[in-house]
């Protein structure tokens, strides 16, 4: 049976199809991966709002009664790395720093699983106040999203005028112990002239940057294939101040090519999301704040984990509802096919 919610994707409540799927407990599919990685959205709520990303008015608030509890987060994380073969967990949203039971989810989902790598996205706001509890929970890394370092054209690119509490939340996080951190940025036309100096400060202050191509699930549906800067535009601009030399990828599923920065130890990851897919060397799975599961980005397909918890679903039963969910993915987003019909949920509700 197929449920359609008001301006949500199609919700599959029924049982996926299990057709051919070879008897194992990973998360395989039909195209030969296996998903280790789970990426666990929280909220929707977000203290900026990223023009790549969220709508000016932020996205429309999740019922409270539809938000997966911290229990029932830590219980399908559990059961992922337990029973479905999940390597590594990261927490993201909306801005996962906007839920206060953040460290709690973090210190449960640790107590059960003391040795799994838990990481976590986010903007790096308010993080200056919670960096030390985050790693007293059991968080072990971060990824902070920063596009530039001029801020005005921070202000610009997320409608808030926030750089200066970034700057704080990485420099807390370093002393908390997060390290390596990653820093993320968003490829637009707006921040390629400063991407030099995103650069700079990057080493600078030693974080890893990695560019990202801007794909199209921002919420004011103005991505166009025709203006997106690509991978190749990021290079040639880099390349007027850095000599930037071939450096290959970390592993063959990590999504980001690494360029050493003059000579090294430096270097810089390109992920060429669209012009370059990996999908299929994709090894992700996602849950959403309202409790899907979701197999892919681009996919519309989920299914309602949510409903299952609260029919007093085993864990036998939630489990073999993942297994579904994954063994039907599709083979990739086919952004640069044409006819390429972008998700209904954007990367704020689906979690990135
Ligand atoms: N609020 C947190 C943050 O910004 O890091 C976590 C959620 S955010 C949706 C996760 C990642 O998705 C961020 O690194 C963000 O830059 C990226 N992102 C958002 N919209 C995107 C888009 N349209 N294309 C590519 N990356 C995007
Ligand atoms: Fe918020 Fe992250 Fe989306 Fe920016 S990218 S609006 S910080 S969820």
Known sequence: ?????MGMPAVRSGRPSMDGRPDTP???DRFGRTARDL???????CSLRCTYCMPEEGLPPIPADELLTTA???RLVVLAVREMGIHEVRFTGGEPLMRHDLEQIIAGCRAELPE???AMTT????LEHRARKLVAAGLNRINVSLDTVDREGFARLTRRDRLPSVFAGIRAARQAGLTPIKVNAVLMRENLAGAADLLQWCIQEGCEL????EMPLDADHEWARANMITAAELLEVLGTRFTLTEAGREDPSAPAERWQVDGGPATVGIIASVTRSFCGDCDRTRLTADGRIRSCLFSDQEYDVRAALRSEATDGDIATLWRGAMWNKWAGHGIAEAGFVPPERTMGAIGG
């Open 72 to 74: 029932e987060i830590v």
């Open 26 to 28: 990973y998360l395989v």
């Open 1 to 5: 049976m197929t449920v359609v919610a």
């Open 116 to 118: 799994t790598p838990m």
């Open 210 to 213: 990695r560019f990202i191509e």
């Open 123 to 126: 903007n790096g706001i308010g």
């Open 39 to 45: 990426r666990v959205s929280i909220t929707e709520k």
